[in-house]
Nanobody, 121 residues
């Protein structure tokens, strides 16, 4: 399984970006997906996750109400819509696949290469 994240860039505070994560293979719809981020000098942290069907989602408190995770199983793609961006959202964003259809902390088995998001003040 290969995961490729797209859509990062440079944006001013208050702006928006949409990240995409495209997965190879035929089993995308069987697994939960998540987004994580790592800022310089900090550990990687959870951002958002979505279960197999897309019905269940969960978010870090720091992004609730601003970010929305979604997926299109027909396109093997997960998305992260990021609105009202803040300078503290600056990080490399990674997508990951969970090892099952449900969101279980720490149960990620595949990671994509990250995409840089930079938010200026």
């Amino acid at each position: 399984v290969q995961l490729q994240a797209f859509g990062g860039g440079f944006v001013q505070a208050g702006g928006s970006l949409r990240l995409s994560c495209v997965a190879s293979g035929r089993t995308f719809s069987s697994y939960a997906m998540g987004w994580f981020r790592q800022a310089p000098g900090k550990e990687r942290e959870f951002v958002a996750a979505i279960n197999r069907s897309g019905i269940m989602t969960t978010y870090a408190d720091s992004v609730k109400g601003r970010f929305t995770i979604s997926r299109d199983n027909a396109k093997n793609t997960a998305y992260l819509q990021m609105n009202s961006l803040k300078p503290e959202d600056t990080a490399v964003y990674y997508c990951a696949r969970y090892g099952s259809s449900q969101i279980r902390p720490g149960d990620m088995d595949y990671w994509g290469k990250g995409t840089q998001v930079t938010v200026s003040s």
